[in-house]
Structure formats: C-alpha cells, structure tokens
C-alpha cells in the first residue's frame, strides 16, 4: 500500500525524542501519563496510536495495561524502526507499522481507543478531515478519540513559514480548527481537557452509537 500523504512526516527519528524533552519542559513522563488518564484504557482494550513517531505514547500504554492490543502507524519508516526498538528495549509488544491517516489499514469498528499526540498540525484541513473519517471508521460505536496537540496558531516554525509566505492577519487557533473539524465528522461533543505544558490541548470525543 503507497503510504504518500500530504501530511509533514518527520524521519529525523534519531534526535525526535530529545526534541520531545525540550518540548515538554523535560518532563515527558507526565505528558504521557496524562494523555493516557484521558484515553481511559480498560483491560483488553484494542487501541490505536495514529502517528505514532518513536512508539512512546504506545510502548506507554503497553506498559500501563498489558492486555490490551497496542497498535501505531506512522508514515516514516525510520520512525517505525525506531519505535520497534524502544519497544524491545522496554520488553512490551505493541504493533508498530509504516501507515497514514487517511487510510488506516484496520477493518471497521476494530478500535476501542484511537489516540492522536501531537500529529494533526501536520495535516493540511483536507487530510485531518479525512483521517478524522477514517478514525470514525475504524472505532466501535461508543470507542473514544483523544487528541493532544498544541493550542495556538502552531508550532513557531509553522508560524515562521506561514510569515514568509506572506501570510498576514490573525492566525486561526489550531485547538479550534481541530475541534471543528471532530465536531463536523459526526463525533459526540468534543470535551477539552488542560494539559501540562499549558501551550497543548487535550480533546477526547466518542463515535456515537452505542449507550454513551
Ligand atoms: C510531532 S510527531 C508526533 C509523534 C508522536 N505521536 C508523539 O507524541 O511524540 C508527528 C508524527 O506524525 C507523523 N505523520 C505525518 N503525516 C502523517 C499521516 N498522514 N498519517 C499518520 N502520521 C503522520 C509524522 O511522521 C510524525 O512522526
């Protein structure tokens, strides 16, 4: 399956998690931690980390409940490779595969859980819409999607980018253009949730249809 997609992939995997410490203020645990309090992982659940860079959300879910079946996908091979070797290291087995968003390679109400941690600035609007309606495909009725990303108008070097490209007047806040866009495809009011550091947002919605 061609993995092309008009997202950013990132395949500097080998400095990504020094980045992540500097990005968290040097406290990535309680970052993770915190994504997964929103998550609500049960025992057995089947959950999906989708752009999963280096498998650290994931191994942290394997970790936090072993029964359940761990699944992430990222565009870049090197992140994969990456993942797979944490995983090792840390002695838990999550599935790591090479995958994107817009077409998920899972079979329809196959996930409890579907968890996205920083990845949805990388999608241009029409590639978070359609991975936002694969993410509804793949979930089971009442399954929950828990989005953690930064809050504002992007990261400084989106801004700086969109600066040079001329781009003027008040950039829309990236918290509520993916709120919009969980709101539009048909999932449950989109509950916002602080995160630590401050500049993140958390966002947990459910796919309708069981007795949420
Ligand atoms: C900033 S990293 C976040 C990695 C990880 N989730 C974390 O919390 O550290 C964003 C990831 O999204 C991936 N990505 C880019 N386009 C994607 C797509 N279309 N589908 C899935 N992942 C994508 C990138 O390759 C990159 O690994």
Redesign the pocket.
């Known amino acids: 399956m061609s993995h092309h ?7 500097w995997a080998w400095a ?1 998690d020094a980045v ?1 410490q500097v990005m968290s203020l040097g406290r990535e645990g309680r970052f993770r931690r915190r994504t997964l309090e929103l998550a609500e992982l049960q025992p057995g659940a089947r959950v999906l ?6 498998g ?2 994931a191994i942290a879910a394997a970790r936090q409940q072993p029964t359940a079946t761990i699944h992430g ?4 091979p090197e ?1 994969i490779a990456r993942a797979q070797a944490k995983a090792t290291t840390a002695g838990v087995a999550p599935r790591f595969e090479a ?4 077409h998920l390679p899972y079979d329809d109400g196959s996930m409890d859980v579907v968890t ?4 949805m600035h ?2 241009p609007p029409e ?1 978070l819409s359609a ?1 936002l309606a694969e993410i509804l495909r793949v979930l089971t009725p009442g399954g929950r999607l828990v989005v ?1 990303d930064f809050a504002g108008a992007g990261p400084l070097m989106h801004r700086l980018g969109a600066l040079l490209r001329g781009e003027s007047g008040h950039p829309t806040r990236h918290l509520d253009v993916v709120r919009d866009a969980v709101a539009k495809q048909g999932f449950t009011e989109p509950m916002l949730h602080p995160m630590k550091p401050g500049y993140l947002f958390g966002l947990v919605a459910q796919k309708p249809g069981a007795d949420i």
């Open positions: 997609t008009h997202g950013h992939t990132i395949h990504y992540i980390d989708v752009g999963c860079g280096t650290s959300l996908i990222d565009p870049a992140m995958g994107i968003i817009e996205s941690s920083i990845m990388h999608l590639t991975g953690v």
